[in-house]
């Protein structure tokens, strides 16, 4: 992209003309219906996604690209507009009731959103919005009726896919509804470019939903380096956090729900015990989120869970905490365990490990990205909480594994700072405005 731009000036005009086809939008819609930029990562159905958009958009205002993020309105406590940052906005849309509204009720909503966007878009010139990009597949539907209104070009990104999440499901959980895989199957027919967070979810795209290779664009999630960074080290880490400094501590962060398998790290830890009775007065377990999506069913379960097994009191419960004591936790932790049963790709990995703590994790979607097997933490094929047991166990018995692979862990999460994730995603919407072109082109030849 960046050849274009230093160019221009030693073109001639005509020249110039050309190249200016190949510039980057000024201003981008971003969708995000079911999770607000505002809301706690941890909390309900805010995650990784959450944080994923607001970096994204904070870096993308930071190279000229303004970014309004829209978003469903869930409380009447705030303002229809908040400035998140110099150059992003988040616009909130009425779309159903504020409260109490669960994840799956949603589709249903998707008019009222829709028009929602179509009312903010009317008080502005044509061509307000060079590009819509949206999250999630909700997002996606409304991306496409106003991408097709605007005249704009659509970016989309699935975050995760209905198809992908049916085929390995946790026992118990619910599968996606086949709505969900016929709407997906439209966005990504309607979009100019998928975004895809790794090579492997790319070939999803191609394998499950028919996508053209062309208009997939791999583009790894980043971590704010700035905030995840080993600090001022483990041992204060602990002090801050009232851990003891000598533990084995095992941490699962993130949402509690099947999908997740926080359930897998409280077995593992059960059956090292049994093995190591010796290590119970030397280990805590602290599991740091809410309920969410289809945890909400039972959300005292992993409660229960561990009375089952007799783990209790070596088990710490904290409500999902902001980005900040997030950093601390992972710095205090020997290991953060992610047995999940399907991962685009694991934010929470790549945090973990810029905090300079390696990651114990299921061998699925994108976490073999995220983590170096054997180098910056252990992945696992399944979720055999005895294979989880016998990785905790080798942490047990060489306390210098956190800091050797810790250390390693933090020099390769440096190679995913936003920075290079905002200029990867101007470059792709700079691709799809020139897709878009080319179809019109071609329409109206």
Request: proline fraction near 7%; include cysteine; glycine fraction near 8%.
């Amino acid at each position: 992209m960046s050849q274009y731009v230093s160019r221009l000036g030693r073109r001639s005009p005509a020249a110039s003309g050309r190249l200016r086809l190949h510039r980057r939008p000024r201003r981008v819609a971003m969708l995000s219906v079911h999770t607000s930029p505002l809301h706690q990562p941890g909390t309900g159905d805010a995650g990784g996604m959450n944080v994923y958009i607001v970096e994204l958009a904070q870096r993308l205002a930071a190279i000229n690209i303004e970014v309004e993020i829209f978003t469903r309105a869930t409380t009447a406590a705030l303002p229809p507009t908040v400035e998140l940052a110099p150059g992003v906005l988040v616009r909130h849309v009425d779309a159903g009731p504020y409260e109490g509204l669960a994840k799956e009720d949603l589709p249903a909503q998707l008019c009222a959103f829709t028009h929602g966007v179509m009312q903010a878009w009317a008080g502005h010139r044509p061509g307000y919005y060079d590009l819509v990009h949206s999250h999630y597949w909700l997002s996606g539907h409304v991306g496409w009726l106003a991408a097709e209104r605007w005249g704009a070009p659509l970016v989309h990104a699935m975050h995760t896919m209905a198809k992908v999440k049916n085929a390995a499901l946790a026992e118990g959980d619910t599968p996606e509804p086949a709505a969900r895989v016929i709407g997906e199957t439209q966005i990504v027919r309607a979009a100019d470019r998928l975004i895809a967070n790794t090579a492997e979810e790319a070939d999803e795209l191609v394998r499950h939903y028919e996508a053209d290779r062309g208009k997939v664009a791999v583009v790894h999630p980043g971590v704010n380096l700035d905030r995840f960074r080993p600090a001022d080290g483990r041992a204060a880490a602990r002090a801050r956090l009232g851990l003891p400094q000598d533990a084995l501590i095992p941490l699962f962060a993130g949402r509690i729900q099947p999908l997740k398998a926080p359930d897998v790290l409280l077995r593992a830890v059960a059956v090292l015990l049994d093995e190591r009775p010796d290590l119970r007065s030397n280990i805590v377990v602290p599991v740091v989120g809410g309920p969410s999506g289809s945890g909400l069913a039972k959300p005292e379960g992993l409660q229960k869970l561990a009375s089952r097994l007799g783990i209790a009191d070596v088990v710490r419960f904290h409500p999902p905490v902001g980005q900040e004591q997030l950093a601390d936790w992972f710095r205090a932790a020997s290991v953060l365990v992610m047995p999940s049963y399907s991962e685009s790709f694991g934010l929470v990995a790549i945090e973990a490990q810029a905090a300079g703590t390696p990651v114990l994790a299921a061998s699925v979607g994108g976490l073999p990205v995220a983590v170096r097997d054997q180098e910056t933490g252990f992945l696992v094929k399944g979720h055999d909480p005895a294979a989880y047991a016998r990785v905790l166990r080798d942490f047990a018995d060489h306390t210098d594994l956190s800091a050797r692979m810790g250390g390693a862990a933090a020099r390769h999460a440096m190679g995913f700072g936003w920075d290079t994730s905002a200029a990867a995603t101007a470059d792709v919407y700079t691709a799809a405005m020139q897709e878009h072109r080319r179809r019109v082109r071609s329409h109206h030849g």
